[in-house]
């Protein structure tokens, strides 16, 4: 049976044994029962991170055995274990048994969020921006109290229970990422977290190869309504695939619902987008009045990802004044459409992940940046992963956009390199050049370019297997070498 809420939020970021041992519904074995009050520091799925009074959960996974780690987690300070192999429960120190290992941190994390005093759970799922969004909101949320936010790719069924767990008694706010490569998953993720606002920013082709196709995605971003409250308030996309079917889910549900888009019906309107140098201008409709939005994220795009920061204010009865100052300051994250210069060169660093619909704003980005004072383009790109039969013409499409927009070089990496060059050479005109080439191949043309002094303008971009981040990294250390004595 299953501890009530009282006694959690009685005994919330203070864990013991017996607490677990509810929480999983398990009863712990006779010769552990003195144990019951055994104070637990952190639950830990990594042996080679368990510290002493922490819990080991053994992860059992298609490529690795947690349970083989198990004397290891002991030796670090692991003051009990939790397994689903029961080969492996006789230890020096106590060992809960469960049948899914995995299922079970899911249910811890469930368990903490319910005992945490929280004030807002965000959730926020799509096949873009929603990192960017992530960071926008634990930046808005930061204005007003303790605030814990999804660190890194932590998403999966591996990293939002981990996340939860991670709640402290002083936290008022959370805002918890879900990404997804199959259906289902954030079905599962939602329920976890069960969140009060649930975030959807685009649906569009990504992870094909588990979805199938652009409606299994759009069903499976819809998932993340599950979970969300009785009171709780859906915020969707109204220019994104899938937005009907969204709506209804909100309504059958008797959720409320904000949206939020270019469409006249859209509560959080935005209109008159410009790409500047600097970033992005354009007015924006917040509670009844149109206010003018200039802000340092490059890329049209990035409206919408700041209509999801102002529909999310708007739920919160959150003043202009509040919203405004964040929206002016926030430069986004690490990898996506950050900016650096390289002496004359400019990179446009958005390596951290890829799909169609991303690359195509990348590269809009790209054109946006260069033509203000008409310099010239190169589009280093990574092939784009998990697209299944779609990715030849995809990366092809690709290719021709590149052409269109007037970018000058193309050098691609990876499996589908050649499609993007195709692509690129179907339409190429004179002067233009599209290569397959290797990181190292690629890094030796920037820096030769780099010499010259001319004022290149450089996409660097593709799926985070592709690691286009060498690129800007090993571009800086060949420069900051060449200019050593």
């Not at 919330?12 to 607490?19: D, E, H, K, M, Y």
């Not at 290719?399 to 195709?422: H, I, K, M, S």
């Amino acid at each position: 049976m299953t501890m009530g809420k009282e006694r959690m939020h009685h005994s919330f970021g203070r864990w013991t044994l017996g607490q677990l041992a509810n929480w999983l519904n398990v009863i712990l074995p006779a010769e552990w029962q003195a144990q019951a009050d055994l104070a637990i520091s952190q639950m830990v799925t990594d042996s080679r991170a368990v510290k002493p009074g922490d819990v080991y959960i053994a992860i059992e996974g298609t490529r690795f055995d947690g349970h083989r780690f198990i004397a290891q987690a002991i030796e670090q300070g692991a003051v009990a274990c939790i397994v689903s192999n029961k080969q492996y429960a006789k230890q020096s120190v106590p060992c809960l048994i469960v049948a899914d290992t995995t299922r079970a941190l899911g249910r811890l994390g469930q368990a903490h969020r319910q005992a945490a005093k929280l004030e807002c759970l965000v959730a926020v799922t799509g096949s873009n921006g929603k990192t960017t969004v992530k960071e926008l909101l634990a930046a808005l949320f930061a204005t007003q109290g303790p605030t814990l936010a999804t660190r890194g790719n932590f998403n999966n069924q591996f990293g939002v229970p981990r996340t939860l767990l991670e709640l402290t008694d002083e936290h008022r706010y959370a805002v918890i990422e879900m990404g997804a490569n199959h259906q289902g998953e954030i079905d599962c993720l939602t329920r976890l977290a069960e969140p009060d606002i649930a975030i959807i920013t685009l649906a569009a082709p990504a992870h094909l190869e588990g979805f199938g196709s652009l409606d299994g995605i759009i069903t499976a971003k819809g998932e993340i309504m599950h979970g969300l409250k009785p009171n709780g308030v859906g915020i969707i996309n109204t220019d994104s695939p899938g937005f009907d079917q969204w709506q209804a889910k909100l309504a059958r549900s008797d959720r409320k619902m904000i949206c939020f888009g270019q469409a006249a019906s859209a509560d959080i309107r935005i209109r008159q987008v410009t790409t500047e140098k600097n970033g992005i201008r354009f007015e924006l409709y917040y509670q009844q009045a149109w206010h003018q939005v200039v802000s340092p994220l490059l890329g049209a795009h990035n409206a919408y990802n700041l209509a999801v920061g102002a529909a999310v204010a708007q739920v919160m009865g959150w003043s202009w004044d509040v919203v405004a100052p964040v929206f002016e300051s926030f430069t986004g994250t690490d990898g996506r459409l950050q900016t650096f210069q390289v002496g004359a060169m400019t990179l446009i660093d958005d390596s951290y992940n890829a799909n169609p619909s991303s690359m195509a704003a990348g590269l809009d980005s790209l054109h946006a940046l260069a033509s203000t004072d008409q310099r010239p383009m190169i589009a280093c790109l990574g092939t784009m992963a998990e697209l299944g039969t779609t990715a030849p013409e995809a990366h092809y499409q690709i290719g021709r956009q590149a052409v269109q927009l007037g970018v000058q070089q193309l050098w691609a990496q990876g499996p589908n390199a050649q499609d993007y060059v195709a692509g690129f050479k179907s339409l190429s005109r004179s002067k233009t050049l599209a290569e397959v080439a290797d990181h190292a191949t690629m890094i030796d043309q920037l820096v030769t370019l780099y010499h010259t002094g001319e004022p290149w303008v450089v996409l660097i971009k593709g799926s985070r297997s592709a690691a286009m981040d060498q690129l800007r990294s090993g571009l800086t250390e060949r420069v900051t070498h060449a200019h050593l004595p």
